[in-house]
């Protein structure tokens, strides 16, 4: 009787940041190349990128992501299995030594996070519904981020990160969070404020 192969576990994403920030620190990492073989995972390896503008300490962090969160969410709430991006995107991203600097600030609390994050209720994540709701959950907080609301760039930076750590190491609990924290957090900022509505319906109207 033959015994079945294990099933090797995909590198974490302390790993893949780790590959990436080997090189050449002045040489742009394209996008396309950026998401080149992660399959599955490619969705949360773009929305990891789309978030770091929201992280860097000037007022226009927020309205560089929430564009890009938007475009991953609608994504996502139409069923793509992987990420589109225009090719003007899709041959940009970041510099190495930025993403580099990035990685080495949040490594240690990637390093506490492994601990706790893991591949589990993977398919929670494959569901046609799950998906939708957390495109849906994106394009609202993308909104959200891309207006100027004081303070809150940090805030919903952290709870994209949450999205996007979900979906690269394959974690339904983790999502689960996320969705919950992502509900609380666009009632919060966006349906007692009315700037949500308002935003969306006139989104909505430029796009017919």
Do not use: C
Request: no cysteine.
């Amino acid at each position: 009787m033959t015994a079945e192969p294990r099933k090797v576990r995909e590198p974490g994403t302390r790993a893949l940041l780790d590959g990436f920030a080997v090189g050449d620190p002045d040489e742009v990492l394209r996008l396309r190349d950026l998401l080149a073989g992660l399959d599955r995972r490619a969705f949360g390896m773009l929305l990891f990128i789309a978030t770091l503008p929201a992280f860097i300490p000037i007022p226009i962090g927020g309205a560089v992501s929430g564009p890009l969160v938007m475009l991953i969410g609608a994504q996502l709430l139409i069923g793509m299995h992987r990420p589109w991006l225009p090719r003007f995107i899709a041959d940009r991203g970041p510099h190495r030594h930025a993403l580099a600097g990035f990685e080495r600030r949040i490594s240690p609390w990637l390093a506490r996070l492994e601990t706790f994050i893991r591949p589990r209720m993977s398919q929670l994540l494959s569901h046609r519904v799950a998906g939708m709701l957390t495109g849906l959950l994106l394009l609202l907080l993308g909104l959200l981020l891309s207006l100027p609301i004081p303070l809150t760039n940090y805030l919903f930076g952290g709870l994209l990160l949450m999205f996007a750590l979900a979906l690269l190491e394959r974690d339904g609990a983790l999502m689960l969070a996320a969705w919950i924290a992502g509900v609380i957090a666009i009632g919060v900022f966006g349906v007692l404020s009315g700037n949500l509505a308002t935003m969306f319906m006139r989104w909505v109207g430029m796009l017919g």
